[in-house]
């Protein structure tokens, strides 16, 4: 054995995928699908009947999770298809930057700065309005596939 120590360079993350395998089949309405590359909550399903060479056919419509943008994709049933993996998570707002960024305070004390304000004006107007108000804000952040966005709001009473 030498006593040299192997050092291995990797720019993987913890190994844990975005995605996981789902039956097309098996996936309903307000389950989450990707589409195009893009993590989408299913609005509609419809399967058509095994044709000639036989395969169910799923024709999804998803509303894309962070643009809103509408997608379709249509898939034999029998197929897998990739589910993101979502997760919603509540943060209390601390502050609000010049630059549109949000500071938010972690369950473990710890901030996270890396969040800009919502797209959304009417979530952004409540927020903006609620944190001049002076009250407390917790957000709601959604996050899938590396991306993560505020999705909602709640008022826990003044500060």
């Known amino acids: 054995m030498s006593d040299e120590e192997d050092h291995f360079e990797s720019k ?3 190994g844990a995928s975005k995605t996981y395998p789902q039956q097309a ?9 990707v589409i ?3 993590p989408c ?3 509609e399903v419809s399967t058509s009947k095994t044709g000639k060479h036989g395969h169910a056919k799923c024709h999804f419509v998803g509303i894309d999770i962070f643009t809103g943008k509408k ?3 249509i898939l034999p049933s029998s197929h897998n298809c990739d589910v993101p993996h979502v997760n919603r998570t509540d943060y209390q707002l601390i502050d609000i930057s010049e ?3 949000v500071s938010l305070l972690t369950e473990n004390g710890n901030t996270k700065d890396d969040l800009r304000l919502p797209t959304d004006d009417n979530l952004l107007t409540q927020i903006k309005d609620g944190f001049a108000e002076g009250k407390d804000l917790v957000v709601s952040v959604m996050s899938a596939m590396g ?5 909602g709001l709640k008022d826990i009473g003044p500060k």
Not at 25 to 33: A, D, E, L, Q, S
């Open 147 to 151: 991306e993560e966005q505020i999705c």
């Open 41 to 43: 909550k299913v609005v």
């Open 25 to 33: 089949g098996t996936i309903r309405k307000n389950g989450y699908i």
């Open 99 to 101: 630059d549109g960024f």
């Open 12 to 14: 993987a993350d913890a």
């Open 36 to 38: 195009k590359g893009r």
């Open 71 to 73: 997608l379709e994709d």
